[in-house]
């Protein structure tokens, strides 16, 4: 045997050796290449010293929330009907009824091309999660709407020190002052009312709780009339496909399809942005991915709740995940572009609430947050929107606040991540809306009655 | 060429035998295998607590095992949900040929595998940009490395270690595949050849033949480093 070729084969066991696992024959036969061979001696330290390392790399604890997080996923599944069919769609039978209704209530689609330009704006550090604590709660009080003042937003940006909105605290710490014809008596008999329903603190947990809980409920409630499993699992048809083909494939029966697709054109609509190539963002950061992205209300024995629906441009596999933080979980996953991800509404669960829902595939990702008033007021938009005054609160303080005051389901395109100083006053909650948008440099696309998307305006 | 190695001398060799792999990270009597066999029995009746106490019992194991493998902590955390899913889903089909650790483990590294491939096409990974929206930090190994344990000891000792890591978890994100999941299960998590021979679906050969040559090829990864690692 050569030197090198027995150099060559000592290495090959070398790191046995040092572990000590090798029988002793082959030990002994090392040893004895070891004692007159120099290389093979520095070798040895060598992956002494890697062996020594990998070794010393300690577990990680484990995340405190994690458990928890898998064993509520485990029970949506637990409690899902039981049958062949994918893993995924197995997951989500459970919610294809619901779904399936939502599917239906999506027929129209106009899409709208744009090009996504990151917003820079001051403010960003205000952009923590939509769900945690702002500092900045409502106050409503009965204050007349000023006399011929213009309905609807009054942006007053430009402004560095606003003006104390009507003598009341709070203006230098950017939190909002509402006023709400539509929401008290004009008498002022009734005191100032801190709407604990408007809050979108804290409620990030609790909705992820409640949708999770309400994962079961859904099925609970859907148990009565089972839907196959192809409604999800089954490829999804075109977009443009009519109701009734939806409802065939999703398995609905005869006579609720015909029920729902009388129902859709009154309370849902949809309406498609497709995110153009984006613009150079920056040095690291992919463009954002491009979704259409449709939200609508469904209606069933009487009561609304949301449905959402996004379609990737990617083929690749899209995930949908809900909440953030702790909260944090893959809701759907599934094709970008074959197969449009439903969130049926007891997954995106009942107002009022702020929640983030991140679509990601392929590397890329968009970020919405879902603003809804409570689910008592879905679909019914207040006569009036309440005056309010902000000095500098966060975009997404306004537009929770404005969802859950007024009854509008907004679904805003993240980045929102400017400041508001300005004030609002009586009008109609649409027009206070275009106004914030048009301030927030958001366009407003409408999608049913008191439904709306908020995407970046060009 | 040889290289002139004063700190180790021929007597010295025999004195760097690293001993066997570390610890197991549970060690298991025979009442805790049986415990674990009626656990697995309960939870494939469809017993919802049984399967609790399983993921309570392994997610430590397979948050790292995952952890490891894609190297991103939020990765692992969803591939923790979608291994103990596709384990719960395919538990009927476990049949107790193998331990139940064992068949976890290779859904967990199929799982994980399959995310480490996905991150290696789209290098930056769909976490990191979520972490944007989730206004969560990055889990980058930066933070993956000041988690770990550190001990009572000085900060340049607490440096020290988290190079040290920060170095050896690199290099083993550049091994190929099937080094890296032999590494990680072996140095790392502490398994038996037999049990990674099982996970794998192979012998015990093959299993030893690729964990020495991913430590010969750590070894050159990491040559420019070896003093840091020597410490």
């Known amino acids: ?458 | 060429m040889f290289r002139h190695i004063p700190t180790f001398g021929e007597a010295q060799y025999n004195t760097l035998v690293t001993g066997p792999a570390k610890d197991r990270p549970i060690q298991l009597t025979q009442a805790d295998l049986a415990h674990i066999g009626a656990l697995v029995a309960r939870a494939q009746k469809g017993d919802r607590e049984a399967f609790d106490s399983l993921v309570e019992l392994y997610a430590p194991q397979v948050y790292n095992l995952a952890l490891r493998v894609t190297g991103s902590r939020e990765e692992a955390e969803d591939c923790v949900q979608d291994a103990f899913l596709r384990a719960f889903c395919a538990l009927r089909s476990f049949r107790g040929e193998a331990a139940f650790s064992t068949w976890l483990y290779r859904v967990a590294l199929n799982v994980a595998t399959d995310a480490a491939r996905k991150r290696a096409r789209n290098p930056i990974s769909a976490s990191e940009l979520a972490s944007d929206d989730a206004d969560e930090p990055p889990p980058d190994l930066e933070r993956v490395a000041d988690k770990a344990p550190t001990g009572d000891h000085g900060p340049e000792v607490v440096f020290l270690a988290k190079q040290r890591r920060l170095t050896v978890l690199k290099a083993i994100r550049q091994l190929p595949e099937h080094q890296r999941a032999v590494v990680i299960l072996y140095d790392l998590q502490g398994l038996s050849y037999e049990e990674i021979a099982q996970i794998l679906r192979t012998r015990v050969g093959t299993v030893k033949s690729r964990l020495n040559r991913a430590r010969l090829a750590l070894r050159d990864l990491l040559a420019a480093d070896l003093e840091l690692l020597h410490g």
């Open chain 1, 1 to 458: 045997m050569s030197f090198d070729r027995a150099c060559r084969k000592n290495r090959e066991i070398l790191p046995e050796y040092a572990e000590g696992s090798l029988p002793p024959s082959a030990r002994a036969q090392v040893e004895r290449h070891l004692a007159g061979c120099l290389q093979c001696r520095a070798e040895l330290r060598d992956v002494t010293i890697v062996i020594g390392a990998l070794r010393a790399v300690e577990p990680e604890p484990l995340p405190e929330y994690l458990v928890p997080r898998v064993q509520r996923a485990v029970h949506r599944t637990m409690n899902a009907p039981t049958g062949a069919g994918h893993f995924w769609a197995r997951i989500s039978v459970p919610v294809a009824l619901v779904t399936a209704v939502a599917a239906l209530a999506f027929i129209l689609k106009a899409p709208l091309p744009r090009s996504f330009t990151k917003v820079a704006v001051p403010g960003a550090a205000e952009s923590a999660s939509t769900t945690q604590p702002s500092g900045e709660k409502p106050s409503l009080t009965k204050q007349p709407g000023a006399p011929g003042s213009r309905p609807g937003w009054a942006p007053k940006r430009a402004a560095p020190s606003p003006p104390p909105p009507f003598g009341l605290p709070g203006a230098s710490g950017g939190g909002g002052v509402l006023t709400s014809p539509a929401l008290g008596p004009a008498n002022g008999s009734k005191p100032p009312v801190q709407p604990e329903e408007a809050k979108p603190e804290a409620l990030g947990q609790q909705q992820t709780a409640q949708a999770g809980a309400g994962a079961s409920e859904g099925r609970a409630a859907t148990g009565k009339t089972p839907a196959p499993e192809q409604g999800l699992s089954a490829p999804a048809p075109p977009k443009d496909e009519s109701v009734a083909a939806r409802s065939a494939s999703a398995g609905l029966s005869a006579a609720s399809a015909p029920q729902a697709e009388q129902s859709a054109p009154a309370v849902t609509s949809e309406v498609a942005s497709q995110a153009a190539a984006p613009a150079a963002v920056g040095k690291k950061q992919p463009p954002p991915l491009p979704v259409s992205a449709r939200v609508g209300l469904v209606q069933k024995n009487g009561r609304s709740s949301i449905a959402l629906r996004f379609s990737a441009t990617s083929s690749r596999e899209m995930k949908v995940t809900i909440g953030y933080g702790s909260a944090r979980r893959i809701i759907r996953r599934g094709p970008g572009n074959t197969a449009p991800i439903v969130l049926s509404a007891k997954e995106v669960g009942a107002g009022p609430t702020a929640i983030l829902i991140s679509v990601q595939s392929g590397g890329r990702s968009r970020s919405y947050i879902l603003f809804t008033p409570t689910a008592a007021r879905l679909g019914e938009i207040a006569p009036e929107s309440p005056r309010a005054t902000y000095a500098g609160a966060s975009a997404k303080k306004v537009l929770s606040d404005l969802a859950a005051l007024t009854g509008l389901v907004i679904l805003a395109e993240k980045p929102l991540d400017k400041t508001f100083v300005g004030e609002m006053s009586p009008g109609t909650p649409v027009s206070a809306l275009e106004g914030v948008s048009a301030d927030l440099g958001l366009k407003v696309q409408p999608q049913g009655k008191a439904i709306y998307l908020l995407t970046a305006a060009q």
